[in-house]
């Protein structure tokens, strides 16, 4: 996978957060402050202006540009949680200009330990870590299967998919949602949701 693929990867993430931006919104207005889908959407169009303005020359670049322009346009909590996973994964992926699915799969988890840094949270909390870990470990685990990439990424998508609809039943212990105790059961945690369009994104680029 090469910096055209990492710059794909961005490209069908911000088009994927635009089509997802209302339901993402929506999802955030029952347990949080009803900004996740135009926070995102906003931080991502900026990755894609930011990708075309200065196009970086590894795939390490690329993400590590995404990363940087999430913090600086996304506000609250999801802003410097994704911007912190994608300058992670970029780091970890260094200055190679030809990644590995199995390198990739290290990137994703170097991203995820980013996030728990960051944010505290753990599996169970209602958050994207509900979504990422379960991606994480699908892919880690595809990859020692020796299955393709594209074999992979299918599985790390579905992982995110169920993960975050699994947040569901879950009452949040961390964030906003957290300040609603009980209340917050019964509803999808929007991070979650929008860490697994970020995982379908990646499986579409994949299959290009
Ligand atoms: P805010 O809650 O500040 O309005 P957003 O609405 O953009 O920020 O993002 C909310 C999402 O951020 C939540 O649905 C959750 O997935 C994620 N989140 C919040 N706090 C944490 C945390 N400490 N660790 C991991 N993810 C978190
Ligand atoms: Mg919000």
Redesign the pocket.
Known sequence: MDTRFFTTWMEEATAAVRAGRDHLTR??AA???A??GT??DRGFTAVAEALAARPPVTPGGVLVLAGSTLIRK??????P?YGIAFREMGKSLGEATEVSAAELAAALEAGLAG??R????EEG??????ALAPAVRALALAVQEGGTPEDALEAAAAAAEEGAKATIPLQ?R?????YLGPRSIGHE???????ALLLAALRTAASR
């Open positions: 999802l955030d347990i949080g402050d900004d996740h926070n995102l996304v506000g609250g909590a999801s802003g949680l996030i728990r960051l944010g505290g949270a909390d209602k958050t994207m870590v509900d949040a961390k964030g906003r949602a957290s945690d929007p991070g979650a949701a929008s860490t």
